[in-house]
């Protein structure tokens, strides 16, 4: 039944676009629970914490941490912190105080509580459950940085949450009356101790992990087993020496992303994330499903409404004030303010998930009197958050967007104008440099380009990411001078000489070759070639009909056909899908068209005489060892050797050319722009990366719209195989 | 690249700058701290090849014209001073403030953004947008599934949908108006530039 339902919710996107599937799969285990429950009066399956914590929880979280946007999450941690923090821990004392005042004033009848009690309640059920949020923001498309905050907020906040517990826990043993204020600096600084300490054994790990990979090269086979072995490995020492072991893991797979993405194999890589996403998956599922189940366990049902509802008011009400505050405080520090509609995503989508219900289901009876009265309420609350605010967030942010947005059809002019200023404000946006110069994050990367790298990865990723780095920056001025030389050869036929003729002109792409990346790009070439011939059909034929309707063409076509501008690109992190990222072919499509103008203006402007021949030999060199990277590129040579003076500043400007360093990590990121948008860490991860332009192809680049293929062609034609590894990311690894 | 905060009084013109584009100082500072990390030799000027190697302006359609926006005809370099003020004009609108007369038009009122997103558009400075004019921009933000007869047809109609004297092409007012209901101050400012 458990794989039925699986299919079932997984086919039915048209469901879950409405329903969240957290929300169903709890429905379902209800629904299952009962039927067992009917059958047999004995409460069959729950979700013990044990399961939970060993076997259901780690893979959700090193995915999380694995496909972590790093740049994102890095830049924002400050944010991140606080409100994992000291967002966590004002919710935990608020409700737990309130709770417990309430109670003082009698209005829950007579229980066998204490404040302690009280304050461990609310510390179990103050943290927002990274598994719940992820399930639920998967529908809901809010844009990133808003998406990374929470996300990371429900991530980190599980030091508090098992410092919190762990200390009321043992107050509670104690009794009330022996809690010191020795035992609660105690307390303030184990918090400390557990949160780095479980940071600190996760980047341990990482390091290990990455270490180990680098020498994988002649096992490849176990390598996937080892990134989910030594991961694992990270959470259950952690755990073992009593840090927070989520924290452990999330770091592990934060931080061993890059260099282990940058090792290992391609078929290891997507192994990996196939793995992963299943476990991570299946995992989820699980766990809502158990949800559901648990809670037909008529022994453990102890009905308080008091309670039951004020713990659901105070949750909600104390959220709502701590983001509101904190984020009033947080906006006089950060560039990007966070607005109100922020604010309600924020304070609405902060779900409580399975781990405050295995946190209660831990509690022991003999020290905690009314277990069974929390445990209810932790099951209450779960479900509330997850079904009904899970239910409402979508509708409620379509709501406030909407309520912003004008209704009117927008005439073509005010499409295509509006089109225009969003590009241009992307553009200001990029010059302006929104994300700004980070101290700190210079200082990383150099730290990271000379030493980490250097330890961590392998040498011919090291080299590849140098590579593309030379390549780049060799773009231009190589490009531009086989350009001019191809212009000085005058005739068509210069096209074919010897050099190219090995690899370039007459690649045969219907040629089926090993790699699955290679198939997978023809594939796109001959699935785009063919797309083209029916749009232009289409086209045709709605350019028969009559006038009137020229306008709806007009509109449509524009509508269609509009380059996206960037925030519309944005869809961070999937569960159960790997990204495909559809706007590759709208940023290549623009590349191509951007490098050729800019080539063609650099042309004019230079010409390079002594060059070419230099070219042409490195040339040679560079495409009979396409496979080599070790000998790839001596283009970081040639400007050095270059001494002609007329190079002088020009030459200079090329060494910036196309993609410099912009910001952080990412001289190679940059690069191809858009690795950016998903998987942001990782260079080319294709070890055997060879020069992506060779200028013998840009010459076969006819007037680039004329027709796709040309386009692709540009894009493929030098080995196919190679090169889209250099532009396209891991979604072609499919 | 080590990007440690400049001084103000490491900025030339700074008091000017100010005036002229309404920047704060910490803005100015800033974005001085950009211009310096751009330049890549230090050479005090921006070249072209600077900007170009912003990576994400290579996939943004317009992002070549608008960094031909910072260079003077037929320049190519540019000084800080030039830089930001282009800039200014992507500073929001601030609410409330009146427009006294007398004073020069702020750099970032809604009459400035539209003469900056209509100069991306004239390039030949003509004070009107051809259809040829039209014809290539449409071409860089259009996907090239469109061909050229599809998009002569649109830019035709585009054309006269604002065109209002009938001239063939798009004056400045005729562009102004037909975006009057498109919130320009908004889809034109940086949060980030205050």
């Not at chain 1, 459950?129 to 809010?142: N, S, W």
């Not at chain 1, 680098?214 to 840090?243: C, D, N, Q, W």
């Not at chain 1, 609350?381 to 079904?387: A, E, L, R």
């Not at chain 2, 080590?2 to 974005?31: K, N, W």
Request: hydrophobic residues 40%; neutral net charge.
């Amino acid at each position: 039944s458990l794989i039925l339902s699986l299919l079932f919710f997984h086919l039915s996107h048209k469901v879950t676009r409405v329903v969240p599937e957290s929300a169903l799969l709890i429905v379902l285990g209800l629904f299952l629970g009962g039927i067992v429950w009917a059958a047999d009066h004995i409460a069959s399956f729950t979700l013990t914490p044990n399961v939970f914590f060993f076997y259901l929880l780690p893979p959700i979280v090193l995915d999380a941490g694995y496909f972590m946007p790093n740049k994102l999450f890095f830049g924002n941690l400050g944010t991140i912190l606080l409100y994992a923090v000291i967002g966590t821990v004002w919710n935990a004392a608020t409700t737990g105080m309130s709770l417990y005042g309430v109670y003082l004033s009698g209005i829950m009848g007579q229980l066998d509580i204490g404040l302690l009690d009280f304050l461990l309640f609310g510390s179990l059920i103050a943290a927002v459950d990274p598994v719940a949020v992820l399930a639920v923001f998967e529908e809901v498309h809010v844009n990133e940085v808003l998406f990374i905050i929470v996300f990371g907020e429900s991530l980190l906040n599980d030091a508090v949450t098992v410092v919190l517990y762990n200390v009321f826990d043992s107050f509670v043993a104690m009794g009330a009356d022996n809690v010191t204020g020795v035992d609660c600096v105690k307390g303030i600084v184990s918090f400390f101790v557990v949160s780095l300490g479980g940071t600190f054994v996760g980047i341990v790990f990482a390091f290990l992990l990455s270490l180990v990979t680098r020498f994988t090269k002649h096992v490849r086979i176990i390598e996937p087993g080892f990134v989910f072995v030594i991961s694992y490995l990270s959470y259950l020492t952690a755990e073992m020496l009593s840090l927070s072991a989520i924290l452990a893991i999330t770091f592990c797979g934060v931080c061993c992303q890059k260099y282990v993405k940058a090792n290992i194999c391609d078929q290891s890589s997507t192994t990996v994330r196939y793995t992963m996403k299943m476990l991570a998956s299946g995992s989820e599922t699980i766990i809502f499903m158990f949800l559901g189940i648990s809670a037909v366990n008529p022994d453990i049902w102890t009905w308080n409404t008091a309670f039951i509802l004020l713990t659901l008011v105070f949750i909600s009400v104390y959220r709502v004030i701590g983001v509101v505050i904190q984020t009033w405080v947080l906006n006089h520090y950060r560039v990007v303010q966070l607005e109100i509609i922020d604010q309600v995503v924020m304070s609405y989508g902060g779900l409580r998930g399975a781990v405050a219900f295995a946190l209660v289901a831990l509690l022991d009876e003999k020290k905690v009197k009314e277990k069974n009265l929390f445990v209810s309420t932790t099951i209450i609350v779960v479900f509330f958050t997850v079904i009904f605010q899970g239910l409402t967030i979508k509708p409620l942010v379509q709501w406030l967007k909407v309520k912003k947005s004008e209704h009117r059809e927008p005439k073509l002019n005010e499409k295509l104008h509006g089109r225009a200023f969003d590009h241009i404000l992307s553009a200001v946006e990029d010059i302006s440099g929104q994300i700004g110069h980070n101290y700190l994050r210079d200082k990383w990367s150099n730290f990271d380009r000379k030493i980490l790298s250097k330890v961590l990865m392998r040498r011919s990723a090291q080299k590849s990411r140098d590579q593309i780095l030379n390549i780049f920056h060799e773009l231009n001025l190589k490009d531009a001078i086989s350009y001019v030389a191809e212009g000085e050869r005058r005739g068509s036929l210069a096209f074919i000489r010897s050099s190219s003729t090995d690899n370039m002109v007459n690649v045969d792409f219907s040629t089926p070759r090993p790699s699955t990346v290679e198939a997978s790009v023809s594939c796109l070439l001959r699935e785009k070639a063919s797309s083209v011939c029916l749009d232009m059909q289409a086209l045709e034929q709605r350019r028969k009909s009559i006038r009137d309707t020229e306008d709806t063409v007009t509109h449509h076509t524009l509508q269609q056909y509009l380059y996206k501008p960037r925030q519309e690109h944005i869809h961070l992190y999937s569960r159960h899908e790997i990204i495909q990222n559809e706007d590759e072919k709208q940023d290549k499509e623009i590349f191509h068209r951007t490098m050729r103008k800019r080539l063609e203006s650099f042309k004019s402007t230079k010409l390079g005489i002594n060059q070419p021949k230099k070219l042409n030999k490195s040339h040679k060199r560079d495409r009979g060892q396409k496979r080599r990277n070790s000998n790839a590129i001596p283009n970081g040579k040639i400007p050095s050797e270059n001494p002609a003076p007329d190079f002088t500043l020009k030459e200079k400007g090329i060494d910036n050319p196309a993609f410099s360093a912009d910001d952080d990590q990412s001289i190679y990121m940059k690069f191809p722009p858009w690795l950016t948008d998903e998987d942001s860490v990782v260079p080319s991860q294709r070890a055997r990366v060879q020069l992506p332009y060779s200028p013998n192809n840009f010459r076969r680049l006819t007037p680039f719209r004329l027709s796709n293929k040309s386009v692709d062609s540009f894009l493929l034609a030098d080995g196919p195989e190679e090169r889209p590894r250099a532009f396209l990311p891991e979604t072609t690894h499919m | 690249m080590g990007c440690q905060s400049s001084h103000p009084s490491a900025i030339p013109e700074l008091d000017e700058i100010m005036l002229e584009t309404g920047f704060s100082q910490a803005s100015v500072v800033r974005l001085y701290d950009r211009f310096q990390a751009l330049d890549k030799e230090q050479k005090g000027y921006l070249s072209k090849y600077d900007l170009q190697g912003i990576g994400e302006l290579a996939v943004n359609p317009l992002g070549d014209r608008i960094i031909n926006a910072f260079f003077k005809e037929g320049e190519d370099l540019t000084d800080f001073r030039s830089f930001i003020r282009v800039l200014a004009h992507f500073r929001p609108v601030e609410e409330g403030k009146s427009n006294e007369t007398g004073r020069p038009e702020p750099m970032n009122s809604r009459l400035r953004k539209l003469q900056f997103a209509f100069q991306l558009y004239d390039q030949d400075s003509d004070g009107k947008i051809s259809r040829d004019e039209m014809l290539q921009v449409l071409r860089l933000m259009v996907g090239i599934q469109v061909t050229d007869e599809q998009l002569v047809c649109i830019a035709e109609r585009t054309i006269q949908e604002a065109d209002q004297d009938g001239d063939g092409a798009i004056s400045f007012e005729e562009f102004a108006t037909s975006v009057e209901k498109l919130n320009v101050e908004q889809r034109m400012s940086l949060r980030l530039l205050k």
